[in-house]
């Protein structure tokens, strides 16, 4: 079957870091991705994994283990506008021949208080 | 450049009734998907069109159906309305059939069945 898992809910203080862990099982794996998503709006693109290792943007850096089907999403220097939900995603290849299946976690909600 | 560009954002349809909810991607980007967002599903992905074909379908009903234009754009429709279509409808677009590519997500069609 075809399963990932993020942490419902997790709570920072501004200024702080944070990390959201993913963790998936899937058929065809081809590449990770990172969503934000404000409450009412479209998912908006944050980072990509296609290889091991970490990945940095500016405030954001994502981090991919396909040997251990684990990602992790760090987030520094928190800011209120952060304050949303955190999609974890999986590219699934499918036998027909499509490449951009995505496969979503049910999201994490980060809260970030003052 | 332009995001990716869903019409019309909202709408309210009756049970029963048909509705058709078009994208127009990324200029240049060829590969379009489509997703249903629901606050009990979360994030399903509904079909993967390319090149006016579509590529891959996730486990809706028949009533469930799109398209894809030779300029790349997609409509997707829903006929026989139901209470529980209720959702924002999402169109993602990505440059073509790669895992090297990036997807996007456009701010949604919200429909409403009552």
């Known amino acids: 079957g ?57 405030r954001f850096s994502s981090f991919l283990s396909r040997s251990k089907g684990y990602s992790y999403l760090l987030l520094k220097e928190l800011q209120m506008k952060d304050s949303a939900s955190y999609l974890c995603a999986v590219r699934d290849r499918s036998r027909s021949g499509g490449y951009n299946k995505l496969i979503f976690g049910a999201g994490t909600r980060l809260a970030v208080h003052p | 450049k332009a995001g990716v560009t869903q019409t019309p954002r909202y709408l309210i349809k009756t049970r029963g009734q048909q509705v058709t909810l078009s994208c127009s991607p990324i200029s240049g980007h060829r590969s379009v998907s489509w997703y249903q967002q629901t606050p009990g599903q979360g994030l399903q992905f509904l079909f993967e069109y390319f090149s006016e074909t ?27 309305l139901e209470l529980g279509d209720s959702a924002l409808y999402l169109c993602a677009s990505s440059l073509g059939q790669s895992s090297g590519n990036t997807i996007y997500f456009g701010e949604g069609s919200w429909l409403t069945v009552v």
């Open chain 1, 2 to 58: 075809q399963n990932i898992d993020q942490p419902t809910e997790m709570t920072a203080t501004e200024g702080a870091i944070v990390q959201i862990n993913c963790t998936y099982q899937t058929s065809g794996f081809n590449g990770l991705f990172w969503y934000q998503q404000h409450a009412g709006e479209a998912p908006t693109f944050l980072s990509y994994n296609v290889l091991d290792g970490l990945e940095e943007k500016g």
């Open chain 2, 54 to 80: 579509q590529r891959n379908k996730g486990n809706f009903p028949g009533r469930f159906s799109g398209r894809q234009f030779s300029n790349s754009r997609s409509e997707m429709n829903v006929s026989t």
